[in-house]
């Protein structure tokens, strides 16, 4: 089964660009190339409308690090992204509207995806897990019992999955993402499953 190309993915870090390269078809989504701690993530989420409609400025500093050798972005003045695979706040701003506007117009129609990086707490990704968004998915290290979350192993040495990038790649082997991105639909492999795949 084959997912439509016509997707806005929307994810809190570099994952969703994978499937967009995946399938090689134009990114209908600016959450590529960046990443965005859960509370700005999660108030995105609670009106996107609103929050996409803000312009992007950008800020000198962080207020969850002390120093990035990359731009951050700031929607409504506490809203910060961290555009890291960016090497100006033109380029940045350039891609990020021209983006926004290619998404799909009604939120209820994006794939919306979590995961427990940057600091993200079980109440976090209970959330986003009670939020309206039919297509969602949560990715994370915790035992959260919820058809729309899906338990990933930890990055060695750490508490939480592995970066965006390899996340994707190894989420093939513990869900079904191509029947997600098709239906919507969340549905983990058994064990035995992952073995075979």
Known sequence: MKPPTNLTVVSNNCWGAEFYKEYNVEFLSPFVGLYIYPECYLKILDDPIVALKGPLRFAKSSRFEQETPFPIGLLHEDIEIHFMHYDSEEEALSKWKRRVVRMNKDPINWHVKIDDREGASRENIQRFLDLSYP???????????????????????????VDGLTLYRQGKRYW?????????QVKPYSWFQRIIH
């Open 135 to 161: 297509n969602k998915v949560a990715l994370s290290t915790f035992d959260i019992h919820h058809p729309n979350h899906v338990k990933m192993p930890n990055e060695k040495g750490k508490n939480h999955v």
């Open 176 to 184: 079904d993402q191509t029947q997600w991105f098709s239906s919507g």
